[in-house]
Every structure is written in structure tokens, then in C-alpha cells.
């Protein structure tokens, strides 16, 4: 019996030596901690991990994570590597069982990486998401009253079926076959063949996703998946996305992205699979994108750590779209307007809790209520935000790289009527702050844009470049409304928004709320709504 801690704090966990048929392996190095590989320890799992994995602590305080756990249980946990910061381990049994553990509704769950939180009862997900926005706000952001000001995450009823878009890649199974899923949990060498359905997406998108399966059964042989490591292949992803109309009806985009020429769409294995999912009732839309046969994963490391990752620093080739049957659009409702979006487009991937985010993103602009204020839009893509609040402004104006997402924005404010917003491109990361104000508030055509009264920015998961927040505070909007979907890019530009004001050029903000607001149930994202207020405004 190795006894290794015996300290009365700890006496709620124990180790004992490993068992007799685990070979003893020699140390290589001095180890920083006492726990090795092999040792079995009595622990209990206090926290959810990003990777579904439970969060627990060895006797002298090193993290183990392990698989199949949840917060609340004490279970006897075999260490499977020991690092310098961290532990693994794998659950031997279960000595007290955990009040949030619940039985995965996906039978697909024990391998897919698409939802590792689903052995966790809803509940207990939607805490730990405020928790991570408050964390971030307190650890990264160091507001002193980072949990004070943080609500309650905001919920759903739906935790299932709530994606209105999935990717899902093509990959081989072992007798030379192609099958179609998603990636499995830790790894991106394999896919997980979905033959259950994935209870992401619709029904609907569910039938077509069988559809392609039935598909591939047929022209087994005549057809390859792409592999990301050596560039052969035809086969990469299908994406399907799903549009509800007022009376539930469902209409779905299927994109199916292949290496093949324009040749190979209209004969061969590959026509067919595209008649395959042509011939389903609910897909109003097919369209084709061509990508290039470029190896994409090299393997990094040798011998057992081996591993495969993104690889090369080549710039993405361009890849071709073209419709195959019905337009490449699809209309979706949200707030009240109407956003038609090709294959292409960025959109919220959760309609329901995005028409939550936006209520949040409206009352946080805390409009007058007399459409006297101009709104600027930053990272509008589609212009979700913007056009959802221009009902309430004077004018809309909205910032965005890419071009396509431009002219879509553009598009739906025409169809929904909307003459109060205008959309321009811009890369928001190249801005020159020493033009001052000019930088963000003139067009591509010289024009001078006014003064706005309220700001809106959802970037993506990187957060705002210091340039832009410096512009932002040389702007001085009466009220600033954060989007983010990584609580910690954005508590290290709220701290930045909200620094002491270096004089008359430079406002000073103050944090008034931060809501979390879950949009990917089973998973550890967790979108969050940051209201900021200039002082002395
Ligand atoms: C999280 S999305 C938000 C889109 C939109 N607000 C919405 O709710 O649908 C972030 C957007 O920022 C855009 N973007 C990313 N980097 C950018 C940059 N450097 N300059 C301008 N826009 C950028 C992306 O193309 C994307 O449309």
C-alpha cells in the first residue's frame, strides 16, 4: 500500500498503490508531482471541463481530468498520464454517484466530439456557463465585481434539434467504404459514422442525412472520401441547413463539398449521390462547392505522440459554388425580419436562443424611444443585429470583412423594406487609429458618416484589435453593447474599454451587465451580452 498523502485536509481522497498487472515504468525525469501512471486514487469530481471531461484534484492539488464523470460524484479514478500542470485518468468505478449525471439521449454520445456535455443534466450546464463568463470576468477581465455584475445565463427549452446548420465531414471506415459524421471526441483522424442521426439538426435534415448514407451504400467503391493528409479523394463535407417558415414547414440546403470537376457532377457515382438527396421532399436547395485537392493536416511529432495538425501556412484557395438544384437561398426569420442567406453566408446557428440574444442586444441599447439615435454595427455580417434594432434608430450603419456578407446585409434590408441602414466593407483589425474618429466613420467613398449614439460589436472569437477599441473610445458613443461568443477575448477588451480615460480625446466606460446566454446546449459555448455606458455621457 503506497500511501502518499496522508494529510488530514485531504482525507477525503485517497490513493493506494496500482494494481498488480500494471508493469512499473521507470521515471524519466524528476517528477514535479507525486502521483504517477498507474496509481489509482479515490476522488471526487468537482467541476465540468470544456472537453466533457469531470474536473478533479489529486491529494497535493494537481488537476486529473476524467471521461465519464460529473460534478458531485466520488469515484476510484487509474492514472493514464501525468503532466506538469494536469493529470488523466479513467474512471475504474463509482463509489457515490453524481446528482447532475443523466443518460446521454444520443446514442452516439460515448465517441462523437460533437456534444461532450450530454451526460450532464441541463441545469448544471447552464451554471457552469455563467460561471465561465463570470470567471473570465473577474480572472482575465479583474473587474473586482465581475460576479455582481453577471445575470443569470439565460437558458433554453429546446437542447436538442436547435442547429439550423451542420457540417458533416466524409471520411473511410476500415473495408474501404465511405461514411459520413462527425469527428470523434480528442481526435481529427476519423469520423464517427452517424448512423443514429445527429440530434443537432432537424428531422428533416435528419432523413437527408440518412439519405446520403443509403447513397454512399450504393456507390460503395465508385467513390472516395477526401484525405486531409495526403489531398486524394473526392468526397469532403455535406452541410445541411435548415429554414423554418411561420407555419413550421421546413425547407433545407444541402452543400456538398467534393474536389470533383463540373464533369463529374452530371455522371458517375457522384451525380448520383447528388440525385439522391435531390429527390428528398424537404430540400428545396443543392448547391456544389468545389475545393481544391490540397493536403491540408501534416503529422506533427513522432513515435506514439504522433500526431495530425493543420498544416502549412498556404493561403485557402478559392473554392466555387454553383447551384445544382432550386437557389442557392434560404430564407429564415428572426426578430421579425426576414434574412435570405446563400450557402455561404454567416447566420446563427440556433434561430430560437439567437431571437433571445437579440431581445438582450435590443434592451441592452437602451434606446430613447424616439428613433432619434444612430446605431453603428460592427462585425454586422448579414446584418442580424443591425437590422433587428433599425426599427428603433434613426440610422443603422454596419462594418464587415467579407464582401458576400456585405451585399447579403445590404439584400435584407431591401426585402424587409428597411431604408434606415446602410453596410459597408471593411477589415475592422487594419483600422489606422491616429485618423481618430475618421477611421471608422467615413465610407470607402470618402463620405462622412455621423456620430454614433449607441455601438454594437460582435466579433469573432479573437475579440476586437486594440485599434479599434482606442477608436471606439476616441468616439465616445453614449453606450456600448458587446457580443461575444468567448467570454475571454471579451473580458480582456472590456477591461481595455472600461481603463482610466487619458484625457478629453479618450472616453472612459463603465460595465453595467453582462448576460450569458446559451446557444449550443451540450457543449461548453456560451455566447455573452456586455452593456457598457460612457461615464459622464
Ligand atoms: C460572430 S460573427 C457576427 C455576425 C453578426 N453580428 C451576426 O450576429 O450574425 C463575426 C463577424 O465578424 C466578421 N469579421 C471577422 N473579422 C473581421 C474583421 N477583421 N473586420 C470586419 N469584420 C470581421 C465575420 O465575417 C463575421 O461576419
Known amino acids: 500500500m503506497r500511501l502518499r498523502h496522508a494529510c488530514a485536509r485531504l482525507a477525503r481522497v485517497g490513493a493506494r498503490s496500482r494494481p498488480s498487472h500494471q508493469p512499473h515504468r521507470p521515471m524519466t525525469r524528476v517528477p514535479l508531482h507525486a502521483a504517477s501512471v498507474g496509481d489509482v486514487y479515490t476522488v471526487e469530481c468537482v467541476d465540468l471541463a470544456s472537453t466533457g471531461e469531470g474536473v478533479c484534484r489529486l491529494p497535493d492539488g494537481l488537476v486529473l481530468l476524467c471521461?465519464?464523470?460529473?460534478?458531485?460524484?466520488?469515484?476510484?479514478?487509474?492514472?493514464?498520464?501525468v503532466g506538469r500542470s494536469f493529470a488523466r485518468g479513467?474512471?475504474?468505478?463509482?463509489?457515490?454517484?453524481?446528482?447532475?449525471?443523466v443518460t446521454p439521449p444520443c446514442r452516439h454520445y460515448a465517441r462523437c466530439g460533437g456534444c461532450a456535455w450530454q451526460h450532464v443534466d441541463y441545469e448544471t450546464q447552464r451554471?457552469?456557463?455563467?460561471?465561465?463568463?463570470?470567471?473570465a470576468l473577474t480572472r482575465v477581465g479583474r473587474f473586482v465585481d465581475g460576479d455582481d455584475l453577471t445575470s443569470a445565463c439565460v437558458g433554453t427549452k429546446e437542447t436538442t434539434r436547435y442547429r439550423n446548420k451542420m457540417e458533416f465531414a466524409f471520411g473511410s471506415d476500415a473495408s474501404g467504404g465511405v461514411?459520413?459524421?462527425?469527428?470523434?471526441r480528442g481526435t481529427n483522424d476519423s469520423i464517427v459514422d452517424l448512423e443514429f442521426g445527429c440530434l443537432l439538426q432537424s428531422e428533416a435534415a435528419d432523413d437527408v442525412l440518412s439519405a446520403?448514407?443509403?447513397?454512399?451504400?450504393?456507390?460503395?467503391?465508385?467513390?472516395?472520401?477526401?484525405?486531409?493528409?495526403?489531398?486524394k479523394g473526392t468526397l469532403r463535407s455535406v452541410t445541411i441547413r435548415t429554414a423554418t417558415s411561420g407555419d413550421g414547414k421546413r425547407s433545407l440546403m444541402v452543400d456538398l463539398a467534393t474536389t470533383a470537376s463540373e464533369k463529374e457532377l452530371t455522371s458517375g457515382a457522384l451525380a448520383e449521390l447528388i440525385a439522391d438527396i435531390t429527390k428528398h421532399e424537404a430540400v428545396t436547395s443543392v448547391v456544389h462547392t468545389t475545393v481544391p485537392a490540397e493536403a491540408e493536416l501534416r503529422r506533427a511529432g513522432v513515435g506514439r505522440s504522433a500526431k495530425f495538425v493543420k498544416g502549412g501556412k498556404k493561403p485557402i484557395s478559392k473554392r466555387k459554388v454553383v447551384t445544382l438544384y432550386g437557389e442557392n437561398k434560404i430564407v429564415e426569420t428572426l426578430h421579425g425580419v426576414k434574412f435570405e442567406l446563400s450557402s455561404a453566408s454567416f447566420f446563427q446557428t440556433n434561430t430560437e436562443q439567437a431571437a433571445r440574444l437579440v431581445r438582450e442586444v435590443v434592451a441592452g441599447c437602451g434606446f430613447a424611444g424616439d428613433r432619434s439615435e444612430t446605431v453603428l454595427d460592427l462585425f454586422c455580417g448579414v446584418g442580424t443585429m443591425g437590422l433587428s434594432?433599425?426599427?428603433?434608430?434613426?440610422?443603422?450603419?454596419?462594418?464587415?470583412?467579407?464582401?458576400?456578407?456585405?451585399?447579403?446585409?445590404r439584400r435584407n434590408a431591401e426585402i424587409n423594406g428597411i431604408t434606415n441602414a446602410d453596410f459597408y466593407r471593411v477589415d475592422l483589425s487594419r483600422l489606422n487609429p491616429s485618423k481618430g474618429t475618421k477611421a471608422l466613420l467615413t465610407t470607402p467613398q470618402g463620405d462622412v458618416l455621423p456620430m454614433p449614439d449607441i455601438v454594437i460589436t460582435d466579433p469573432a472569437r479573437p475579440g476586437m484589435d486594440a485599434s479599434l477599441i482606442a477608436i471606439l473610445r476616441t468616439i465616445g458613443a453614449r453606450r456600448i453593447v458587446y457580443v461575444s461568443c468567448n467570454p475571454a477575448t471579451q473580458a480582456r477588451d472590456l477591461a481595455l474599454i472600461t481603463a482610466p480615460s487619458q484625457g478629453s480625446q479618450d472616453a472612459a466606460y463603465v460595465l453595467k451587465l453582462c448576460t450569458p446566454v446559451d446557444m449550443f446546449p451540450h457543449t461548453a459555448?456560451?455566447?455573452?451580452?456586455?452593456?457598457?455606458?460612457?461615464?459622464?455621457a
Open 179 to 184: 461514411v459520413v459524421g462527425l469527428r470523434p
Open 127 to 135: 451554471e457552469r456557463k455563467g460561471r465561465t463568463v463570470r470567471e
Open 67 to 81: 471521461a465519464n464523470t460529473a460534478p458531485g460524484e466520488v469515484l476510484e479514478v487509474e492514472l493514464s498520464s
Open 90 to 101: 479513467m474512471k475504474l468505478s463509482s463509489v457515490r454517484a453524481s446528482p447532475s449525471c
Open 525 to 536: 459555448h456560451v455566447e455573452s451580452v456586455a452593456v457598457l455606458d460612457r461615464i459622464n
Open 212 to 231: 446520403v448514407r443509403a447513397s454512399l451504400k450504393r456507390v460503395r467503391g465508385r467513390i472516395d472520401a477526401f484525405d486531409r493528409t495526403t489531398g
Open 389 to 409: 434594432v433599425a426599427s428603433n434608430a434613426k440610422r443603422v450603419i454596419g462594418w464587415e470583412v467579407v464582401p458576400e456578407a456585405v451585399e447579403d446585409a
